[in-house]
């Protein structure tokens, strides 16, 4: 019985980090490359996929169970300095990925509320988590998994409703004409979908987590996230939707259920934001206060608030990134680029996984595993190129809109790994 | 495992525990905070039981006993007897041994955070 409850709470944590309403924008997106099925059939594929990293990240968990992921397994994989380098990449992203989710906010509210309140919300929530982080405040593992049932079952709800209760709307726009290159496209996009399934790999409770229920709360998470947006395609779609711009999942929902599904798309779509802001903020501020205390960082980014514990200085760091990143995403009209490019940046980092699972299996095969990955090396190596080409493809895809703002990033990450104070530090050997 | 590494963790958790306590910073952080920290080694040899250390922290962190907590609210650490030596002495970097795999934490974010503060307030590692 607490085998099962432990799984579900692990999964709903995966899956609720993936869940984001800028994954709408970026579903309604791929439409631009192929057609309804053709986009179901994408998000599919790129789950396939994601199914191989998890089953590849939980071999790297079950090596170094609770610790923080990508930091530590690119560090044994690959030495100190090619890991700090895409960690900082990676977080990054996660702030490009915390602009997008507020813009999305922003223009959803905009369609029931005045245009001020709007524009505020995502600036008060992000201030809103910060407090909550500085106060030692924190959702329970209950909370977390009540709110991701919530919305998984309320995204369920409107695309089952929109393909099985309402006839097919008329007058939606032609779907492109299909392709490999556009379904090659698509796929790249589709990652977006599933940015930080693997965040739960530090949440372990104890060693013996790491031998089923994070490795199946992983596939789980992954095969639901695919299942959903697969199906939510087919809705934004059959509901003539393709257009809707930021807010498919808004069209779709009125489609289904008329003004009552508008206040429930807006209501989930404030969920999905504040969780998914919560959930990156708590995890990107925790990444970057060890990597402060790992003098990879300043040390004021491992100041504390002793009366909570929370780190004040890495809490600052990543608000202050996500306000940027929010200012710039409005200021250009960036979301759809940055999603890409986000895509590109997770689909690179997750060939970087499978690769760091391939090597410690050369470097250092564990002769007592708890999870090992069904996938044979060669097909590690095989998946880890076929992920590096899906990333440029995603940012190929519009490269004068999508190839600055992926070398901004690298320049960017590159610029803090040269400024960061322990980068020469060598891994140390005694732990490989 | 030796006998003697055993006492000698044992005395180290309870130095560590004195200084912690008599520390006003790390009793302004744990203020409110109680969980019970488990702690155990790794490097067991065969046909011996894994010895276990578990304090209850509450205002002040507990006698280290010998025996696995009655609790739901656990902080779990696993790591070689040397490693954990290393880490409640003050000579090892906690966060670091953490990143490199050599220390397990199975606890909450705030928690682990808590516990790595309190290093670094005693130790400044």
């Avoid at chain 1, 199914?51 to 560090?75: D, M, N, Q």
Wanted: proline share 5%.
């Amino acid at each position: 019985m607490r085998g099962a409850r432990d799984l579900i709470q692990y999964l709903c944590v995966s899956a609720g980090m993936a869940l984001a309403v800028s994954c709408f924008l970026v579903l309604e997106g791929l439409f631009r490359y192929v057609g309804g099925v053709q986009v179901a059939i994408a998000v599919l594929v790129a789950g396939g996929l994601c199914l191989g990293v998890a089953a590849a990240v939980a071999e790297l968990a079950s090596r170094y169970p609770a610790a923080p992921g990508i930091r530590t397994y690119f560090k044994q994989a690959f030495g100190n300095r090619a890991s700090l380098l895409l960690t900082f990449v990676y977080l990054f992203m996660l702030a490009l990925v915390a602009g997008v989710e507020g813009v999305i906010l922003a223009r959803v509210i905009a369609l029931a509320a005045p245009q001020q309140l709007a524009s505020a919300l995502p600036g008060v929530l992000l201030a809103l988590v910060l407090a909550m982080n500085v106060a030692g405040v924190e959702l329970s593992r209950r909370v977390q998994t009540l709110t991701t049932l919530l919305m998984i079952a309320g995204v369920f709800a409107i695309g089952a409703n929109a393909l099985l209760d309402a006839p097919a709307a008329l007058g939606a726009p032609a779907a492109p004409e299909t392709s490999l290159a556009g379904l090659g496209t698509a796929v790249a996009l589709a990652f977006f979908l599933f940015v930080g399934f693997e965040w739960v790999t530090p949440l372990g409770r104890s060693p013996q987590a790491y031998r089923r229920s994070i490795p199946w709360a992983m596939l789980g998470a992954v095969v639901v996230l695919g299942a959903m947006y697969a199906l939510f395609a087919l809705a934004i779609e059959h509901s003539g939707s393709t257009g809707a711009g930021h807010s498919p999942h808004v069209a779709v929902a009125r489609f289904a259920l008329g003004e009552a599904g508008i206040a429930l798309a807006i209501g989930l779509s404030v969920l999905a934001v504040f969780t998914s802001l919560n959930a990156g903020i708590l995890g990107a501020s925790r990444l970057v206060y060890a990597l402060a205390r790992e003098e990879q960082l300043p040390r004021w980014c491992a100041r504390l608030y002793l009366r909570t514990g929370a780190p004040v200085g890495a809490l600052s760091l990543i608000g202050a990134l996500a306000a940027a990143a929010m200012a710039l995403v409005v200021v250009f009209e960036l979301q759809l680029a940055a999603a890409a490019v986000a895509a590109a940046i997770v689909s690179v980092t997750y060939g970087a996984l499978l690769l760091a699972t391939a090597r410690l299996r050369r470097q250092a095969p564990a002769t007592t595993m708890l999870f090992r990955c069904p996938i044979p090396s060669w097909g590690l190596y095989a998946g880890a190129a076929c992920l590096v080409a899906l990333g440029a493809t995603a940012v190929l895809a519009d490269p004068l809109r999508h190839l600055p703002m992926a070398i901004a990033i690298v320049a960017l990450a590159l610029l803090a790994f040269l400024a960061a104070p322990g980068r020469a530090a060598r891994t140390v050997a005694a732990t490989r | 495992m030796q006998a003697h590494e055993s006492n000698d963790l044992h005395a180290c958790l309870e130095r560590f525990r004195d200084l912690a306590n008599a520390n006003q910073r790390v009793c302004k952080l744990i203020q409110g905070w109680r969980p019970v920290i488990v702690i155990s080694p790794t490097d067991v040899a065969p046909g011996e039981d894994a010895p276990v250390y578990a304090a209850r922290v509450d205002g002040a962190i507990g006698a280290w006993r010998s025996s696995e907590p009655d609790s739901d609210w656990t902080i779990r650490l696993s790591a070689p007897q040397e490693v954990l030596r290393q880490v409640f002495s003050g000579e090892l970097n906690p966060a670091r041994a953490h990143l490199d795999g050599s220390l397990q934490v199975f606890a909450e974010d705030r928690d682990q955070v808590k516990l790595d503060a309190i290093s670094l307030i005693l130790w400044g590692v």
